[in-house]
């Protein structure tokens, strides 16, 4: 079995398969003159093949002992999926295709004049491992601007959702109403075969994305008021639309920190609430609008997304409650008090980090750029040096350092978008870069329904009793 495995590693090694391997040897220049569906059409053979060698040499490996605990605890560090798209490091966060926060700064292609990385080069990096040109990004941006429109069902159902229905629930769905024309459910029902799968998926992923700027435009003008929703326009980049659709278009600092901002939400491996939840309900051959309204409803939960709105809700109670100002002795006593009432801390903690979130480092690098003198900021850097000490005094987080959500709020604030409800709708358009890379190929690679098993207590206690 192994020589036979061997050989057909031998025969996969491109440089994508390779790259798989070790995300230390990717190829930094994609292809040149293609297409992302092109470019993805010539890459899926190989990954086939390597992932087929690597099953047939390791398929039969043990991971180690399964802690009776984990079954108990939110199935907490099993290793159970695969998912190549990024990968996130206890100690040093997340990588994407093995490139760090920073290092797709430097190497993604930018907007003229821009310094943050196109979240469309991001998307072509979760999809093909490559870092693109500047031609393949552009013309990303523009695929998607052609499929950005609304079916106008969709548009009618927004605007008949009563403005105090959350913007995350308007979100789901609205997303999950655009399966009425998904391509993979259609081709579904006309008999498509299994190895064809990812061409209509890969539509779909496209086309979900391409749609979210409007819907997240028409949700928050209408739940906030704000106007008619302008068009998309067919020349400017994709955070470049979505800003314009939110109203913060003229501001390019607000541009580049949804450039940033769609970058570091995207992706945060295959475990977390929603891409999980996408990948659970995909394998169900459920479309990517079906799957991904779901990846939606798990980030609307205060432990996941919405945690960026909590934390701006929890930093205006402080204010309210000890002033704008307060000292370190009042902000310490606020956070106790949240602590003591049963509350977690928002922003705080996490599953797998045990660091300061880089994609909190990110953030707070565009602020001291952008806004060193914000208040919030300030507010948001004296908590960072007040919060783990305590955590770590109350003795139960195992994390004590802030995540991403410690930070999105105040930068968002800095530049008017003040409506905290809306935040979460911005983590989900971003996630839905990663959560469709990983539909895209979870398809590709033929991944199969998901089906863990469960047990019940009055087994567990049957099959360990009396063992050590
Ligand atoms: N404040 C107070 N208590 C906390 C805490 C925090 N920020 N973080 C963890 N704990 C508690 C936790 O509730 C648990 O208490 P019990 O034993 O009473 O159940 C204990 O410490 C051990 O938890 P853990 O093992 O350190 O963390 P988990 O892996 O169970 O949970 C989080 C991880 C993120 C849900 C948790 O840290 C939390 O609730 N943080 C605040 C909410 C938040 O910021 N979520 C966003 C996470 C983010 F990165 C994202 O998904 N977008």
């Known amino acids: 079995m192994a020589a036979t495995a061997r050989s057909v590693l031998k025969v996969s090694r491109t440089p994508f398969a390779r790259s798989l391997v070790s995300s230390s040897r990717f190829s930094t220049t994609a292809a040149k003159n293609t297409n992302l569906k092109e470019r993805l059409?010539?890459?899926?053979?190989?990954?086939?093949?390597?992932?087929?060698?690597?099953?047939?040499?390791?398929?039969?490996?043990?991971?180690?002992?399964?802690?009776?605990?984990?079954?108990?605890g939110g199935m907490r560090g099993l290793p159970a999926l695969i998912w190549d798209g990024s990968v996130l490091d206890a100690e040093e966060g997340i990588r994407f295709r093995g490139k760090t926060i920073p290092e797709c700064q430097a190497l993604l292609p930018k907007a003229p004049g821009g310094q943050e990385p196109l979240p469309e080069g991001l998307?072509?990096?979760?999809?093909?491992?490559?870092?693109?040109?500047?031609?393949?990004?552009?013309?990303?941006?523009?695929?998607?601007?052609?499929?950005?429109?609304?079916?106008?069902?969709?548009?009618?159902?927004?605007?008949?959702?009563?403005?105090?229905l959350h913007p995350m629930s308007q979100f789901s769905l609205a997303v999950t109403a655009l399966n009425h024309d998904s391509a993979f459910a259609k081709a579904y029902q006309d008999g498509i075969s299994k190895k064809e799968y990812w061409g209509p998926v890969f539509e779909d992923c496209m086309d979900l994305i391409a749609k979210l700027p409007n819907i997240a435009g028409r949700?928050?003008?209408?739940?906030?008021?704000?106007?008619?929703?302008?068009?998309?326009?067919?020349s400017?980049?994709?955070?470049?639309?979505?800003?314009?659709?939110?109203?913060?278009?003229?501001?390019?600092?607000?541009v580049e920190l949804m450039r940033l901002y769609i970058t570091i939400h995207s992706d945060h491996e295959g475990g977390n609430v929603s891409a999980h939840t996408g990948k659970l309900v995909g394998s169900a051959l459920s479309d990517p609008f079906l799957a991904f309204a779901a990846s939606l409803n798990g980030l609307a939960g205060p432990l996941h997304g919405l945690a960026n709105q909590?934390?701006?809700?929890?930093?205006?109670?402080?204010?309210?409650?000890?002033?704008?100002?307060?000292?370190?002795?009042?902000?310490?006593?606020?956070?106790?008090?949240?602590?003591?009432?049963?509350?977690?801390?928002?922003?705080?903690?996490?599953?797998?980090?045990?660091?300061?979130?880089?994609?909190?480092?990110?953030?707070?690098?565009?602020?001291?750029?952008?806004?060193?003198?914000?208040?919030l900021f300030k507010l948001v850097g004296q908590i960072y040096n007040i919060v783990p000490d305590i955590l770590l005094e109350a003795g139960k987080a195992k994390n004590p350092w802030p995540n991403v959500d410690a930070h999105s709020g105040a930068l968002l604030t800095h530049y008017g978008l003040t409506q905290m409800q809306f935040y979460t709708v911005l983590f989900?358009?971003?996630?839905?870069?990663?959560?469709?890379?990983?539909?895209?190929?979870?398809?590709?690679?033929?991944?199969?329904?998901?089906?863990?098993?469960?047990?019940?207590?009055?087994?567990?206690?049957?099959?360990?009793?009396g063992k050590q």
């Open 123 to 164: 998307f072509w990096l979760l999809v093909t491992g490559e870092i693109p040109t500047q031609e393949q990004v552009t013309e990303l941006s523009k695929d998607w601007a052609a499929r950005s429109a609304l079916p106008e069902f969709v548009e009618e159902l927004l605007d008949r959702c009563p403005p105090t």
């Open 219 to 234: 949700i928050y003008r209408n739940v906030f008021g704000k106007g008619k929703l302008p068009s998309i326009d067919a």
């Open 41 to 72: 059409a010539q890459l899926i053979p190989a990954e086939l093949e390597n992932v087929k060698a690597v099953r047939a040499e390791h398929g039969k490996k043990s991971f180690g002992p399964v802690l009776v605990d984990q079954l108990y």
């Open 236 to 254: 400017k980049d994709y955070s470049h639309n979505l800003a314009t659709l939110l109203g913060f278009g003229d501001n390019e600092a607000f």
């Open 310 to 375: 909590e934390v701006l809700l929890w930093l205006r109670k402080m204010q309210s409650q000890i002033g704008e100002n307060a000292t370190d002795e009042a902000v310490k006593e606020y956070v106790w008090a949240t602590l003591k009432g049963g509350q977690v801390v928002p922003g705080y903690g996490h599953a797998v980090l045990r660091k300061t979130d880089p994609r909190y480092t990110a953030q707070r690098e565009f602020a001291l750029k952008h806004m060193p003198d914000d208040p």
């Open 428 to 465: 989900g358009v971003s996630r839905a870069f990663g959560v469709a890379a990983q539909l895209i190929w979870d398809r590709a690679l033929g991944a199969p329904l998901e089906r863990p098993k469960s047990y019940s207590t009055a087994a567990i206690d049957k099959m360990f009793k």
